[in-house]
Nanobody, 125 residues
Framework: VQLQASGGGLVQPGGSLRLSCFAS????????MGWFRQAPGKEREFIAG????????QYGDSVRGRFTASRDSVKSTLYLQMNNLKVEDTAVYYC???????????????????WGQGTLVTVSS
């Protein structure tokens, strides 16, 4: 499975951005998907996990209520709509996929099999 993330860029605080992640895999519908981010000098952080079964999503504490994850099976694409962006949202954002569902508050996500290359989001005035 190859994942290609896009949509990052520079945005002002309070602004919005939508990230996309294309999955080059016909089994996209059977994969659980997730978004993560990593800021300079910080550990990787869980942002959102979305199930293939019913597209239900779970979010990390720092983004809940501001970010929305969704998936389009026809386009084999995962999205992350980010609203009310803050300076502390600045990071490289990664999409991920696995046959195991990704939930918040796992101790680590090293077991996730497929990762995209990352797209940089910079929130600055």
């Amino acid at each position: 499975v190859q994942l290609q993330a896009s949509g990052g860029g520079l945005v002002q605080p309070g602004g919005s951005l939508r990230l996309s992640c294309f999955a080059s895999e016909r089994t996209f519908d059977s994969l659980h998907m997730g978004w993560f981010r990593q800021a300079p000098g910080k550990e990787r952080e869980f942002i959102a996990g979305i199930a293939w079964t019913d597209s239900s999503a779970q979010y990390g504490d720092s983004v809940r209520g501001r970010f929305t994850a969704s998936r389009d099976s026809v386009k084999s694409t995962l999205y992350l709509q980010m609203n009310n962006l803050k300076v502390e949202d600045t990071a490289v954002y990664y999409c991920a996929a696995d046959h195991r569902q990704m939930y918040p508050h796992y101790s680590n996500y090293d077991w996730v099999n497929y990762w995209g290359q990352g797209t940089l989001v910079t929130v600055s005035s």
